[in-house]
């Protein structure tokens, strides 16, 4: 019980701690596929610092619910990453919230997120809110036929229970797992404003949509935002790795040496795929903003085949 | 209490509201009276709900029920509080005592009270009645009164063209409605000795259970809202004061969903295995294409109307899925089913009750529904736009409100539905599964289009920037409402325990008790196959939120300025530059309209040098309307023209239709005998 809090709290502290220095070696690693030197991977900590001490300007027609929402952004992904098995599975809270409570926390991020782009009363701000909740519409479903298919294989929609059975004597290779990972992947890129879908590397581009509805943030606010949207992209990739490569991840009341192991698994974890997602980036071009539904769509449907296959081929569960 | 003490005082608790339809009818002159019928009718309500809720824990109230000597010569009147009636009598109570409570205030404002105010407890002892009606001739009395009741309140503004044009509509379709649920009780009847609900399920397992399903599908899901049954529903809805909106919309649809309960579920008799599949293929079209429809409105109260045609698709998906397990023999995953349902029917009237409330003080204070005229205004209504917000994230099935919890359950149920021995419904439920998947995505989308336009931005025109907080009665009433939100969210085994008697008197059934589970955590199945809790994931949200908050506080610089805002160096003063309701949907009109609804825009360009204006047209059709009701309705129409022609007959004429239709009728007995 106590390990498990514990656990708990080491996984709370090391996701906020790792998240910036993930970003970092992504846009480190990008700079190197572009031939660039590129920043330090500690650059988004001494932004999260700048911003931090720099003063807030606020527009007159926001209202209260504007300064607000950085922290309930921050709050529901920080607590949706959380719950997400990195080096150990075994969470104290991993029995309070499935892998839908982690989906839907996330959308009352993306909710709140969305409200804070109409608040001030911006067309830029509109923009942004209008297209990334009409991501949403189709992200979410195949974000939840993903969890759908990976439940029904581990019969729980726990996601430590989703590893044990992955990493366990009873898993197989199969297509739906296929199709899922593909759907999850393309969710992520998706749902991480990531090319081809957007740009997080630019601003004052008409096809901007997560940055556009920040455009109005600054001080203090934007840092919370961003170390927020450091916190997605850790999430998504731990949620890949800890399901699709559970290999490693020390188990429920595993030895000391058993977390280190898992550790630097995770890491190894962590590493690779944010160096699979930049060669992907680099690879391809922005998309336009009325494909982006296509390839959202894709996914959607990748996931419900995956979950229908399952449907027909398994009696029970 | 005894039991049939209970059934004594919830018939009189009708009664008495009946009463007060007759003092209101003698007494109502202003504000003051009004205000005297509403708050009797919330203490009223009050009543009921804690006799509801007592009743569902006293075993044998629906079977003491009270005989009354009136009737139909061949059945008796019986009005009683079985646990499925006391389930849905204390929700519909609660809301209707928290809408009471905001009529107090909101009910002083009406241009015609006489034409509001009787009507109000007549409304809400016809939805009481059929809750109690333990037979099929108070059941149908009582429905009729809810449909006429309510038909009334919706012309109440009978200055209006649309309101006349949605009365009318209501009424065809009510009655339509209501003829169905005729024959259903009828056909469940011919077996039976009687017209009372126990000779009905002594007769039970007939061979015509499909079609009384059918009808039962068509006359309480008319009611309801079914796609494509639900065209009346947002013309209606809308139409009556708000907080008769919040009644039709929170409530009135909940007695609907009753009524398929009561007859499919307890009267019909076990159920065929095939029986689900169409209730849950209209289930997921209505959930899908309501949120949709409500997408594309810019009118604040239609965009809520439409938005209870998808919750009544999300309750339907969970009753189709209970009805699915029963005829399999899991009762255990029905019960799960039919819990989720039954507490999204609970969460739906708290949280659109709520929201039509807070419409009706937007409405109050500035005089428009149009979102397109409103905008800004979180600064003028500061305490409305706070319960309004609570209500929009519940309904939008975030955690850690209660809208959330119930599609929990629902997708819950729809991961067992692998049990399922038959093809059909296996290949069927992922895919309702993707569909209410979306269809909740949709549903964020549009509330923060619906609060995102209201509430944020800059005011659109000068009313909304002059707009005023409403009164302290409303204020109150949806606050109760946005908190009571947030403790069903928080405290979801309460809720669910509260229902356990339904289930164990619908399927023979219930859920492990919710209460004893560690932690306040919910657990529908088995702790190692998913559980939930409310409690962690909000305090968790809140502990997170305030040590960010204090760690920025205490480490960040706590300088501040207002300034104009920045919008990338082009900021415009003009607030008709702000995205409207029409431009934020206008990417979900591009993806899913256009096949939907055959959406098209158009712009059209000035020739250079021309000075005017570009314009911007948007087509969006209701192909429903279109394709079911225009065709049907350009029938009746040209077949009454035809029949027109025989109010201008000459007495010769007349007296020979009299004759040739003696003749016919002479032949037609000759041949039957």
Redesign the interface.
């Known amino acids: 019980m106590i390990r498990n809090w514990l656990t708990q709290l080491a996984h709370a502290a090391l996701v906020l701690g790792l998240a910036p220095l993930l970003t970092g070696v992504t846009r480190k690693i990008k700079a190197r596929f572009l031939r660039r030197r590129g920043p330090s991977v500690v650059q988004p900590y001494r932004d999260l610092l700048k911003l931090?001490?720099?003063?807030?300007?606020?527009?007159?027609?926001?209202?209260?619910?504007f300064r607000f929402i950085p922290?309930?952004i921050?709050?529901?992904t920080?607590?949706a990453a959380?719950l997400v098995p990195t080096f150990a599975t075994g969470l104290a809270?991993g029995?309070?919230?499935?892998l839908?409570?982690i989906v839907?926390?996330l959308?009352?991020a993306?909710?709140l997120l969305?409200?804070a782009g109409?608040?001030?009363?911006?067309?830029?701000?509109?923009?942004g809110?209008?297209?990334e909740?009409?991501f949403?519409?189709?992200?979410?479903?195949a974000m939840?036929?993903v969890m759908?298919t990976l439940?029904?294989f581990a019969?729980?929609?726990?996601l430590s229970?989703i590893s044990a059975y992955m990493v366990g004597a009873g898993a197989v290779l199969s297509i739906s797992l296929a199709l899922a990972l593909v759907a999850l992947i393309i969710v992520s890129i998706g749902e991480n404003a990531r090319i081809p879908v957007d740009n997080p590397a630019t601003h004052?581009e008409l096809t901007m949509v997560h940055e556009a509805m920040i455009?109005?943030y600054s001080?203090?606010h934007l840092?919370?935002i961003e170390a927020a949207a450091f916190l997605k992209l850790l999430l998504y990739l731990s949620l890949i790795a800890c399901v699709f490569t559970p290999w490693g991840t020390a188990s429920v009341g595993a030895g000391a040496v058993a977390y280190a192991v898992g550790f630097a698994a995770y890491l190894v974890k962590l590493g690779m795929l944010a160096f699979l997602l930049v060669l992907f980036e680099t690879a391809i071009a922005k998309m336009r903003?009325?494909r982006v539904?296509e390839l959202l769509g894709v996914a959607?449907m990748l996931?419900?085949l995956g979950?229908?296959l399952?449907?027909?081929s398994?009696?029970?569960? | 209490m005894s039991p049939l003490l209970l059934n004594q005082l919830a018939a009189s608790g009708v009664a008495w509201l009946l009463i007060w339809a007759v003092v209101a009818l003698v007494v109502v002159r202003g504000p003051r009276t009004s205000q005297l019928i509403y708050g009797a009718c919330a203490l009223i309500c009050a009543v009921l709900a804690g006799l509801g809720a007592c009743a569902l824990f006293t075993p044998g109230a629906g079977a003491n029920a009270l005989e009354l000597p009136v009737g139909l010569p061949l059945g008796r009147t019986l009005l009683g509080l079985d646990p499925l009636s006391a389930a849905f009598a204390t929700i519909i109570n609660i809301a209707g005592t928290i809408v009471s409570g905001y009529a107090v205030g909101y009910g002083t404002h009406a241009r015609e009270p006489r034409r509001v105010v009787p009507l109000y407890p007549a409304f809400i002892a016809g939805m009481n009645l059929v809750l109690l009606a333990q037979d099929a001739f108070s059941f149908l009395i009582g429905w009729e009164f809810m449909s006429l009741a309510s038909w009334a309140l919706v012309v109440s503004d009978h200055h209006s063209a649309d309101s006349r044009r949605a009365g009318l509509i209501y009424l065809v379709m009510a009655t339509a409605g209501a003829l169905n649920l005729l024959f259903a009780f009828g056909l469940l009847a011919g077996h039976s000795e009687g017209y009372a609900f126990s000779d009905m399920r002594r007769a039970a397992g007939s061979t015509m259970g499909a079609v009384v399903l059918l009808l039962t599908l068509v006359g309480a899901g008319s009611k309801a809202g079914l796609v494509p049954l639900h065209a009346w529903l947002p013309l209606a809805h809308p139409a009556a004061p708000s907080h008769v909106s919040a009644l039709m919309s929170g409530i009135m649809t909940k007695v609907a969903v009753y009524g398929f309960i009561r007859i499919v579920f307890d009267l019909a008799g076990p159920p065929a295995w095939w029986w689900s599949i169409p209730v849950l293929v209209v289930a997921a079209l209505t959930a899908f294409l309501g949120v949709l429809y409500a997408l594309m409105e810019h009118d604040l109260k239609r965009l809520l109307a439409y938005h209870t045609v998808e919750n009544i698709g999300i309750i339907f998906i969970g009753l189709g899925l209970a009805l699915a397990f029963r005829a399999s023999g899991l009762a255990a995953a029905g019960a799960l089913a039919l819990i989720a349902a039954i507490f999204h029917v609970f969460n739906h009237s708290l949280f659109k009750s709520l929201l039509f409330l807070g419409s009706g003080a937007v409405l109050n204070s500035t005089g428009e529904r149009d979102m397109e005229h409103l905008g800004g205004l979180i600064h003028r209504m500061p305490v409305t736009a706070v319960a309004f917000l609570g209500g929009c994230i519940a309904i939008s099935a975030l955690p850690p409100f209660n809208g959330f919890v119930s599609e929990w359950l629902t997708f819950q149920a729809i991961l067992l539905s692998p049990q399922l021995p038959q093809w059909i419904p296996r290949l069927l439920v992922p895919a309702v599964g993707a569909t209410l998947a979306c269809s909740a995505a949709l549903a964020a989308t549009c509330f923060v289009k619906a609060f995102g336009m209201t509430f944020l931005g800059r005011p659109r025109t000068s009313t909304a920037a002059e707009a005023r907080e409403t009164d302290r009665w409303s204020v109150g009433a949806m606050l109760i409402f946005a908190a009571l939100c947030l403790l069903a969210g928080v405290f979801p085994g309460v809720v669910m325990d509260a229902l356990a008697p339904v289930s164990r008197m619908l399927l023979g059934t219930e859920l492990a008790p919710q209460l004893t589970q560690p932690w306040l955590r919910i657990v529908p199945i088995a702790p190692e196959r998913s559980a939930y809790n409310g409690v962690l994931v909000f305090g968790m949200i809140a502990i997170a939120a305030a040590v960010t908050a204090l760690v920025v506080r205490r480490f960040a610089s706590h300088a501040m300025r207002r300034s104009p805002a920045w919008d990338c160096g082009f900021p415009d003063a003009s607030p008709a530059t702000q995205y409207t309701a029409g431009s934020f949907a206008q990417p979900i009109r591009r993806v899913f309209g256009s096949a939907v609804f055959r959406a098209r825009e158009r712009v059209e360009m000035p020739k250079p040098g021309d000075t005017s204006t570009a314009k911007a047209y948007i087509e969006v059709h209701d192909t429903l309307w279109e394709v079911l009701y225009a065709p049907v309705i350009r029938v009746v129409d040209a077949t009454t023209e035809r029949l027109n022609r025989l109010q201008f007959l000459t007495i010769r004429n007349y007296l020979t239709l009299v004759f040739t239709a003696l003749v016919l009728l002479l032949i037609v007995v000759g041949i039957a005998r």
Do not use: C, H, N, Q
Request: hydrophobic residues 55%.
């Open positions: 931090i001490r720099k003063e807030t300007v606020v527009a007159e027609s926001a209202s209260w619910l922290y309930l921050f709050a529901t920080w607590v959380a809270f029995a309070a919230a499935d839908i409570v839907a926390l959308g009352t993306r909710f969305a409200l109409l608040d001030v009363g911006t067309s830029f701000g509109g923009i809110s209008s297209r909740m009409m949403a519409t189709l992200a979410e479903p939840l036929m759908f439940s029904l019969g729980s929609t726990e229970s004052l455009l109005e001080g203090r840092a919370v903003v009325f539904p959607l996931g419900l979950t229908i399952l449907f027909v398994r009696v029970s569960r």
